[in-house]
């Protein structure tokens, strides 16, 4: 099964900072990886598929890249609503799984 | 747009069944374009896939080998809703249950349910 780590943990950065989160996995993903957003008594949210799309509604500061086992999400100014947990999920076969990192907190410092 | 909303109890005791509902608003739990998922997430475990249920001319599902011989899901089509069933369960079990769709072919999971705190406790 593949393993995503995440880093850093917390991430503690101010408004109009560039933010940039990594996610790697212990062997090559075989399909593209997603990055959600969790805010605290809510339910994960998509912001990003397929590595590099945004989903529906997701701001332009938000951008995915990466391929192979390294992956990254930037958001490139942030905004006092960005300041939440993220997650990165892959899909793995044989047997079928989907898999998330353990999280990266992104704080207001 | 599709929403899901969960429903069911939020404690459960040790050696019993844990049964939730999440019924489908703007989309169909027949349709062949989708796949009805339960997620759930824990402090010790972090976010779990736990299994799926699909139509493509005939009902499949899919289920985590961690939960594989104590987890059912069945979809309702007459309510047009998906139902979690998770047998014999432990304190270890406590975590908020997700419903999530996912499209056919895709990888993702959007939208989610509003998450169900179980709580398994004597």
């Known amino acids: 099964e593949i393993v995503l780590t995440q880093s850093p943990a917390t991430l503690s950065l101010s408004p109009g900072e560039r933010a940039t989160l990594s996610c790697r996995a212990s062997q090559s993903v075989n399909y593209s990886l997603a990055w959600y957003q969790q805010k605290p008594g809510q339910a994960p949210r998509l912001i990003i598929y397929?590595?590099?799309n945004r989903a529906t509604g997701i701001p332009a500061r938000f951008s995915g890249s990466g391929s192979g086992t390294d992956f990254t999400l930037t958001i490139s100014s942030l905004e006092p609503e960005d300041f939440a947990v993220y997650y990165c999920q892959q899909r793995s076969n044989w047997p079928l799984v989907y898999t998330f990192g353990q999280g990266t907190k992104l704080e207001i410092k | 747009q599709v929403q899901l909303q969960q429903s069911g109890p939020g404690l459960e005791k040790p050696s019993q069944t844990l049964s939730l509902t999440c019924a489908i608003s703007g989309d169909s739990v027949s349709s062949n374009s989708a796949a009805w998922n339960w997620i759930r997430q824990s402090p010790s475990r972090g976010l779990e896939w736990l299994g799926r249920t699909y139509y493509r001319s005939k009902w499949y599902n899919d289920y985590a080998v961690s939960v594989k011989s104590r987890i059912t899901i069945n979809p309702d089509t007459s309510k047009n809703q998906l139902s979690l069933q998770l047998n014999s369960v432990t304190p270890e079990d406590t975590a908020v249950y997700y419903c999530?769709?996912?499209?056919?072919?895709?990888?993702?999971?959007?939208?989610w349910g509003q998450g169900t705190l179980v709580t398994v406790s004597s």
């Open positions: 397929d590595t590099s």
């Open positions: 999530a769709r996912a499209a056919a072919g895709e990888n993702w999971f959007g939208p």
